[in-house]
């Protein structure tokens, strides 16, 4: 079981507070840069890939197309990407698990280029 497993017992679909913040971050377990570049983002991926309990959230200056971060674990050995949904004053979560690692790093790779995520469909809200 992941981190996000970990962490929360699944009951309810919750809703979060907006972030705040307008600069781009990316975030794991080790720390957090502000204004990362693409190796960032591959060093950060790589950490998630071969690390355990590990996770990585890369966050926008500003929502694009309604997403504001994406962020991934591993549950049972796959890689588990989320994204926060900005909707009014506050940010829901959707799941989706993936089918590798190269799935997973390429919706990462991008929502940072682009701030798009395709095939929101097969997204589904997260409860916890």
């Known amino acids: 079981m992941g981190l996000f497993g970990k962490l929360f017992n699944k009951k309810s679909e919750p809703t979060f507070s907006k972030v705040k913040e307008e600069i781009r971050t990316l975030e794991n377990q080790d720390g957090r840069i502000e204004n990362p570049t693409k190796e960032d983002l591959r060093d950060y991926l790589n950490c998630l890939f071969n690390e355990d309990d590990q996770f990585v959230t890369l966050t926008l200056a500003k929502a694009q197309n309604g997403i504001r971060y994406i962020q991934a674990c591993f549950v049972?050995?796959?890689?588990?990407?989320?994204?926060?949904?900005?909707?009014?004053?506050?940010?829901?979560?959707?799941?989706?698990?993936?089918?590798?690692?190269?799935?997973?790093?390429?919706?990462?790779?991008?929502?940072?280029?682009?701030?798009?995520?395709?095939?929101?469909?097969?997204?589904?809200?997260?409860?916890?």
């Open 76 to 128: 049972d050995a796959k890689p588990i990407v989320q994204l926060g949904l900005e909707e009014n004053d506050k940010t829901r979560l959707v799941e989706k698990t993936c089918l590798s690692n190269e799935e997973c790093a390429d919706i990462f790779f991008e929502f940072y280029d682009y701030g798009i995520v395709e095939n929101l469909e097969e997204y589904q809200p997260v409860q916890f």
